[in-house]
C-alpha cells in the first residue's frame, strides 16, 4: 500500500476496467476523473459517456438526453467506415446475430431479419459493393418495421411473426430514431429517463 498505481490504456491489449465499491466510497467520481483527465493525457481521444443515473456531466460535453420525448435514439444501422471490416451487409449480420441471442430467434427468422435489413440498406441506395455508399444516411429500426410491414402485405407470414416478436422493440422506439453526431470529444448520453 502506499505505492503508486499506473494505468496506461495506450500500452493494454483491451484498456477496460472495472471500478467496484459500496454506495458513496466514490465510483461516480472516480470515472468523471478518468472522462476529465483522458484528454489531458491523449489529446485527440473521443469520450462517450452511457450515463444511466445523470451525475456524469463534464465540462465541455455535448449531452443528449435519450428518453421516449427525445428526438435523439442509438442506430445499431450506423455502418462501420472500414473497407476491410465494415460495411452494409456486415453491419446487418452483426445486428441480426444480436437480436437473434437477445429475442431468441431461430435460423429462419434471423435471416429474415438479415434479409430484410439489406433491403433497408438498399432502399436507401446503400450497399457493400459500392463504397461511397456507406456514407449516405443509414436506415433506422422505422425502416426495418416498415419493411417487415410491406412484407407482410405482401402475403409474408413469417413477417407477421417477426413484426409480434419485435413489437417491444420497436415501441420503445430508441432505435427507430436517428443517432445524434458523436463528431465531438466528449458526448454524453443521458438515459436516466430510459
Ligand atoms: N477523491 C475524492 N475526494 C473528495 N471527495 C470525493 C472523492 N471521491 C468522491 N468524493 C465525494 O464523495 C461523495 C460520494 O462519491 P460518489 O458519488 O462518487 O460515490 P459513488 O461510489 O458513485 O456512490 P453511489 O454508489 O451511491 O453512486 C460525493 O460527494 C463525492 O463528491
Ligand atoms: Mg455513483
Keep these: 500500500m502506499g505505492d503508486k498505481v499506473y494505468w496506461n490504456p495506450a500500452k493494454l491489449r483491451n484498456g477496460h476496467v472495472v471500478i467496484l465499491g459500496t454506495s458513496g466510497s466514490g465510483k461516480t467520481q472516480t470515472l468523471k476523473a478518468l472522462g476529465y483527465e483522458l484528454p489531458l493525457l491523449f489529446p485527440g481521444i473521443k469520450i462517450v ?4 443515473h445523470g451525475d456524469l456531466e463534464l465540462p465541455g460535453e455535448v449531452c443528449y438526453p435519450l428518453n421516449a420525448e427525445s428526438p435523439y435514439g442509438l442506430n445499431p444501422l450506423v455502418i462501420d467506415l ?3 471490416g465494415g460495411g ?7 445486428v441480426s446475430s444480436i437480436l437473434r441471442k437477445s429475442l431468441k430467434m431461430g435460423d429462419n427468422q434471423e435471416g429474415l431479419v438479415l434479409n430484410a435489413l439489406i433491403s433497408c440498406y438498399h432502399h436507401k441506395g446503400i450497399s457493400q459493393d459500392n463504397q461511397s455508399s456507406w456514407k449516405l444516411q443509414p436506415p433506422t ?3 426495418l418495421e416498415s419493411e417487415l410491414q410491406s412484407r407482410v402485405e405482401d402475403g409474408c407470414k413469417d413477417s407477421q411473426k417477426l413484426l409480434l416478436k419485435m413489437a417491444a422493440t420497436f415501441k420503445y422506439g430508441i432505435f427507430s430514431k436517428p443517432q445524434p ?3 465531438f470529444p466528449i458526448v454524453r448520453f443521458d438515459l436516466q429517463r430510459f
Design 88 to 94: 452494409p451487409d456486415l453491419q446487418a449480420i452483426a
Design 49 to 52: 459517456i452511457s450515463d444511466f
Design 82 to 84: 472500414d473497407p476491410k
Design 181 to 183: 453526431s458523436m463528431n
Design 141 to 143: 429500426f422505422a425502416d
